[in-house]
């Protein structure tokens, strides 16, 4: 059972439902927690940051149409910079104009952004990246289109109002075919279906291939969408691939196709092949697996800890510990050594735990003197069983 932080029960039944269904959902919610995800404050102080923005993460976008990095890059030696990267002048005269700015991948950045992030990952059981969207009033960013993942998006700060379209693209995905233009995604998004006002703390559920488009109501409007992408049956083919490899006749050479007949027959066997790989048993497991795994794993980072407990050693699988006539005998396969009697308790429980540290060894044996633990450490890892 997962205790969510962001959602209740009811609300993550609600999202469950509307993902399966694919059907798009307003959730609308005064919880203080998703309004303290993002706000003006927090943003200012994350695009303050220079060394974490580049021409991949930081975009602007005026009125439908992008603005080149390098319009608005800096080498940075004025304002004490290391690297070229946005130059906070021209950054804020463009948004001045009602330009919007675009921060892409920003899990890693906000840890609320991330704990979020891994919270719908479990709802959906899908890979999550989050953008960040900031927006003038009036000034629109994109025009009716749709994603090739399914978008959360958390309004955070200011007032939008997103048009959700009548029409859904089928199954889209991130490949030029699925890159329409403007006046194609225009014609094709339909009808306006409803209205959308979104303040802060509200959630929109958005699925694959839902025409929308949005358009901030007041200045400063902020929002984050997190993009989820599943698991497809192309992935599975991918994963497979290793199989197509190896199989013989799927590494063949075509010759002489001189009819239609001829493409049916080859088109036959291929289909055999594939049918003998797919159903292969011993693959059924990895499969699974692969789906299992298929989520990312946001990890941080824990100086704090690793301060706490000190230096860590592993002993190697390959050094093994027996007793050889009473004598404890540790060994690597070629070279073995005895242990001295007095170390052979701390040796015992060395191999027990085969991670080990100072605070360890200190916690377990209270009453042997700091000096003598110092001492068996040291003469362990001269003997290179720690490392």
Known sequence: MVNFSFFSEKEVQR???ANNNKNYLHLNTDFKGFKEVMDINKLNKIISMPGLWHSQNFKMVLDRNAISFNKFVTDGEK???????????????YIKKGASLILDDIIYVVKNVKDLASELQYITWGKCQANLYFSMQSHQAFGPHYDTHDVFALHCDGE?????????????INHPIFKPSLDERIEKAGKIKEQVLLKPGDLLYLPRGQYHDALASKNGAIHIAFGINYMKPIDMMQFIWDQLVVNPYLRSDIKNLKSISDVHEINKKISRELDKILNDKNLFLPMLNFYKEFPYSFVDYDLKSIVADGVQYKISDSIKLSNQ??????????????????????????????NISFKKLSEHFKDLPESFIDEFIGAMKQMRVFS
């Open 160 to 172: 939008k109002v997103w048009n959700i379209y009548e029409n859904v693209e089928d199954n889209p």
């Open 79 to 93: 304002l004490g910079f290391s690297k070229t990267c946005p130059d906070p002048i021209i950054v804020q005269d």
């Open 15 to 17: 999202l469950t439902n």
């Open 325 to 354: 006539n009473g004598q404890m005998i540790i060994s690597n396969g070629k070279n073995s050594v005895p242990v001295p009697k007095n170390f052979e308790e701390l040796t015992n429980f060395s191999f027990s735990e085969k």
